[in-house]
């Protein structure tokens, strides 16, 4: 993902090597901070790959450079976003880094296509925790911290979908008060 924020943002004009630093640190947050140590050795791939193009920048001292994206660069940074990997849909910050530059894609309909993919995880039952292979729901957890997480991510998996249903132009579905298993961080239905 460290690759498709260097292309992204390469595709919005050439950038000095610590702006381009400056830039993804931002993007990626405090969730995974990104080290010289790794952002420098993609830097050197992505050039030895020819996808960007790296020139002295002679205004700003001798071991300055501009990085800018080549038309091989650009064709690869769309392919990555018009087919993410399943764990580059799956995981949040993975997923995050494809949002922040799909807007590159020209066609609609393959911003749309990642965007469902999304949906469709997310509309998936799911816990951390598990009763066997049955997905354990928030009010099924008596430890508080871990009833915590559930709640949360509840929370953020509802205002996820609800925004995603939104940009594609969707209509939520019709909960009904006891929510429906559709909603993976739902509580559960009442016995009856």
Same mark, same amino acid.
């Given at each position: 993902?460290?690759?498709?924020?260097?292309?992204?943002?390469?595709?919005?004009?050439?950038?000095?090597?610590?702006?381009?630093?400056?830039?993804?640190?931002?993007?990626?947050?405090?969730?995974?901070?990104?080290?010289?140590?790794?952002?420098?050795?993609?830097?050197?791939?992505? @050039?030895?790959?020819?996808?960007?193009?790296?020139?002295?920048?002679?205004?700003?001292?001798?071991?300055?450079?501009?990085?800018?994206?080549?038309?091989?660069?650009?064709?690869?940074?769309?392919?990555?976003?018009?087919?993410?990997?399943?764990?580059?849909?799956?995981?949040? *910050?993975?997923?995050?880094?494809?949002?922040?530059?799909?807007?590159?894609?020209?066609?609609?309909?393959?911003?749309?296509?990642?965007?469902?993919?999304?949906?469709?995880?997310?509309?998936?039952?799911?816990?951390?925790?598990?009763?066997?292979?049955?997905?354990?729901?928030?009010?099924?957890?008596?430890?508080?911290?871990?009833?915590?997480?559930?709640? @949360?991510?509840?929370? *953020?998996?509802?205002?996820?979908? *609800?925004?995603?249903?939104?940009?594609?132009?969707?209509?939520?579905?019709?909960?009904?008060?006891?929510? @429906?298993?559709?909603?993976?961080?739902?509580?559960?239905?009442?016995?009856?």
């Amino acid at each position: 993902m460290l690759e498709l924020a260097i292309l992204g943002f390469l595709a919005e004009g050439p950038l000095a090597g610590h702006e381009l630093r400056r830039r993804v640190s931002q993007l990626t947050g405090y969730t995974r901070p990104v080290s010289d140590g790794s952002l420098y050795p993609a830097i050197n791939r992505l @050039t030895r790959a020819g996808l960007i193009e790296r020139r002295a920048d002679p205004a700003s001292g001798a071991a300055r450079y501009v990085l800018s994206l080549t038309a091989a660069g650009r064709a690869d940074m769309l392919q990555r976003l018009r087919q993410p990997a399943d764990h580059e849909i799956t995981d949040f *910050t993975r997923f995050y880094i494809v949002l922040a530059f799909l807007s590159h894609l020209p066609d609609v309909a393959e911003q749309h296509a990642v965007l469902r993919r999304r949906l469709e995880f997310l509309e998936e039952s799911a816990s951390f925790f598990y009763d066997h292979e049955r997905p354990l729901r928030a009010e099924e957890v008596a430890d508080p911290y871990r009833r915590g997480m559930l709640l @949360t991510a509840r929370a *953020t998996s509802r205002a996820e979908r *609800t925004w995603l249903r939104e940009a594609l132009g969707e209509e939520p579905p019709v909960f009904d008060t006891a929510c @429906t298993d559709s909603d993976p961080y739902a509580p559960a239905a009442p016995a009856s």
